[in-house]
Structure formats: C-alpha cells, structure tokens
C-alpha cells in the first residue's frame, strides 16, 4: 500500500475504532434478545475497549496530546474504569440508604404470574418435567416498588436437592432466568450451586460452600456440575423435607443475621446516618460486581 505510513497507520485505526463502534452496538442487542451470560460479558470488554481506543484516537486526531498512542488507550482505559467505578459506587450507596430489604421475606406465589410466556423459559420448565423434577410451588418477594422477584422450586427424584429458578427482572424490561441447586447434608452443612450474576458480597456461614458460575446458562450442565460436587465430598446427603416458604425465609434471616456478626450490615441505630451496609460490604459488593462483570467469577479467588 503507497501513501504516507502515518495515514496508513491512521485509517486502520479509524477502520478499527468504526468495527468496535458497531460491535459495541449489536453485541448488546443480542445478549439482551438471547439472554447469553457469556455474550453479555463479551459486550462489556467491547464498550471497554471501544472507549478507550475512542479517547486515544480522539487525542491524537485533534492534536490535543502529542504522546504515544499506547499511552492515550491506557489513559482512557483507566478513565472508564474510574467513571464505571463511580458509577457502582453511586448506585451500591442508593441502595444502603434505600427501602429496599436485602434480605427479602418470600411468601406463595398466587397471582398467576410464575412463569413468563417465553418460549425459552417454557423449554426449561419442559426440561425440568422431562428429567422427572416435581415441581413444589412459586414464590415471590418485593424488591423494590412494583418490582418482585419471583421464584419456582422443584425437586429431583431422590429428593437429594431443589433446584430454585429466579426470575429476576431487569432494567431492559427482560426477564432473566438463573438457577440455584440447593443440597443439606447430614453434619448439617449446605451444598449450593448457582449461576445467579447478582452480586451478593456478603458472607455466608462456614457451613454454606456455595460455588457460583454466572457464565454456565445452561440448566442441565450447572445440574451435572452440582452432582459432581455432591459426589466428590463424601458426605451423606439428606432427603429435603422441609417446608418450602419456612425454608426459604429461614435462609434469608440465616443470612441476615451472619452478616450482622460479621460487620456486613450496619447496626439498626446507625443505619439513618450510616446507610444499611457497612463501608466494607459496600467494597465487598463492588469487587464482586466487577469481577462477575467482566470475568464472571464471584470473586477473586
């Protein structure tokens, strides 16, 4: 190719920022239509990248820095993980000194509205009923106004674990699916395997082992991968037999009060002033949003 190399250099630059512009749009679009954890993952590395390469070629075209290339996209790197930063820490803050209980009481799920008419949420209640499942009933809590988090609970065949699916709404007016396999042994600790991309921060009591993979969508290989789990401990698991809504609800005041002792939450007679998550759950929440963001892991470890 003839030309100056520097217009060259500077065409498949603006070639590359346009290609990322247009993935950055349609990546989104259909992780939204598909539900995909993995292609919603994908779309954040994309607005990433595009932002960063968007500041960097913005400061060289318009002559505003006179610096390497590399340096300007590591400066708009770092400039949209501060803004994203920001952006989580303002809305874990909304939160603490909201409404909204974080440790929501569930009740029977009677209005009709357990599953959505989609037909990929109908295909999973077909899987269920296909490999045996029965089901055990529906349950909802409110997460905000107007906004309920719905849950459907079914059991295997030996009875050895639930499998509870979430509803959760989101801000896109979709519903996602997620799914939660719950095990109790004899020695009375607790085997859960989930694929929720929630963040939750908090801590669970020593005798929960809970193993979260966001990027696993399909029901069928989180289910296998919990079997496997429940093998490779040896311990003997007890058939479940406790009542669904009493469960449910014990769980969370478990959770609750665990959280209590371990400084996540603020003391009721602080919490006006202080907000209802301490500053180290507030933290604790933040890196394992990012983490599931953009790796989808639950943390670090």
């Avoid at 500041?55 to 803004?83: C, N, Q």
């Avoid at 499998?163 to 959760?168: N, T």
């Avoid at 311990?235 to 478990?254: F, G, V």
Wanted: proline fraction near 5%.
């Amino acid at each position: 190719m003839n030309g100056d190399p520097e217009a060259v250099i500077g065409t498949f630059g603006l070639l590359l920022l346009v290609t990322l512009a247009v993935l950055a749009v349609v990546v989104p679009m259909q992780a939204n239509r598909s539900d995909s954890p993995l292609l919603q993952l994908c779309a954040r590395w994309l607005r990433w990248l595009f932002f960063a390469s968007f500041f960097a070629f913005g400061l060289s075209y318009f002559g505003i820095s006179d610096r390497p290339f590399w340096i300007h996209w590591l400066t708009g790197a770092a400039v949209w993980f501060l803004l994203e930063t920001g952006f989580s820490w303002l809305a874990i803050r909304a939160l603490s000194f909201s409404d909204h209980p974080l440790f929501p009481v569930f009740r029977e799920n009677q209005d009709g509205d357990e599953w959505p008419a989609e037909n990929r949420h109908i295909a999973v209640r077909d899987t269920l009923r296909n490999l045996g499942f029965q089901r055990l009933g529906a349950l909802k809590c409110l997460i905000m106004e107007g906004v309920f988090l719905r849950v459907s609970v079914y059991r295997d065949t030996s009875s050895l674990y639930n499998v509870q699916l979430y509803f959760v709404p989101s801000a896109t007016g979709n519903v996602h699916l997620a799914y939660a396999i719950d095990s109790l042994a004899s020695d009375g600790s607790r085997l859960v395997t989930d694929n929720l991309g929630i963040p939750f921060g908090g801590y669970y009591p020593e005798n929960w082992h809970i193993e979260r993979r966001p990027l696993i969508s399909s029901l069928k290989r989180l289910l296998q991968l919990h079997e496997k789990r429940m093998q490779q401990s040896g311990k003997e698991w007890l058939p479940l037999r406790e009542d669904l809504i009493e469960a449910m609800n014990a769980q969370q005041h478990e959770l609750e009060r665990y959280n209590f002792e371990r400084g996540f939450l603020v003391p009721p007679s602080h919490r006006e002033d202080h907000g209802k998550i301490s500053k180290e759950g507030r933290y604790r929440i933040w890196k394992e949003k990012w983490w599931m963001d953009y790796f989808g892991r639950a943390s670090a470890a």
